[in-house]
Structure formats: C-alpha cells, structure tokens
C-alpha cells in the first residue's frame, strides 16, 4: 500500500507557473508507474500526465503539452507536476494517483490507477 500526498497548489495569474510536488510512502513506490489527474468544478476528473516507474518514459495530454512536465524522484518517493504558462482553464483540483500493475504502457484511464492522494488546488486568474 502507498499513500500519496500532494502539495504545491494555490493561485496564480495566467502566465505563471507552479510545481506540484506528490510525495509516496511506502517501499514499492518505485516500480509503480505514476499519474497526474485534474477535476474542474462540475466536470468529470481527466487525465493530465503519467510517467513510468523508471521515468524513462513520459506521456502528456494535448492540451498541456509543451508547457507541462512530469518528472520523479524515486530516492524521495516524490512525483512532479511543473506547470508554466498557466491558463485559466487550467483551474481545478489536481490529484496524483499510482498504478500497482507496473505496465508496459502508461494509462490515462483513471480506473487504472489503485491510489490517489487528496488533491491540491490550482487557481489561475486571468
């Protein structure tokens, strides 16, 4: 079992940038792939970024592409959400949530992953 806890979040002016930090406990958290997920008011929760358990490989939505990135630390059982050039659309509350399965491919399905953390909140103003 992992437990996850994200921090990071709080309001910014469109433009800006914010790190999201996602720290694990737990041993195992090094072989599990990783994911950032994001839920706007009155809309369904979707898919932002995963990265698998050895970092080597990285897979963002379109909508972030270029101005997202999502990178680990294994030594510290932390993930990452960097965010530049943030947006107003981009206001939700991100969660960060592990795959156990260890898979080949990285999921964006969010019935895939087994544990998420609470979330942390993102406000962009415009």
């Known amino acids: 079992q992992v437990q996850l806890v994200e921090s990071g979040g709080g309001l910014v002016q469109a433009g800006g940038s914010l790190r999201l930090s996602c720290a694990a406990s737990?041993?195992?958290?090094?072989?599990?792939?990783m994911g950032w997920f994001r839920q706007a008011p009155g809309k369904e929760r979707e898919f932002v970024a995963a990265i698998s358990w050895s970092g080597s490989s990285t897979y963002n939505v379109d909508l972030v592409k270029g101005r997202f990135t999502i990178s680990r630390d294994n030594a510290k059982k932390t993930v990452y959400l960097q965010m530049n050039r943030l947006e107003p659309e981009d206001t939700a509350v991100y969660y960060c949530?592990?795959?156990?399965?260890?898979?080949?491919?990285?999921?964006?399905?969010?019935?895939?992953?087994?544990?998420w953390g609470q979330g942390t909140q993102v406000t962009v103003s415009s």
């Open positions: 737990g041993r195992t958290f090094s072989s599990y792939n």
């Open positions: 949530a592990a795959d156990r399965e260890r898979r080949r491919s990285l999921e964006k399905d969010r019935d895939r992953y087994d544990y």
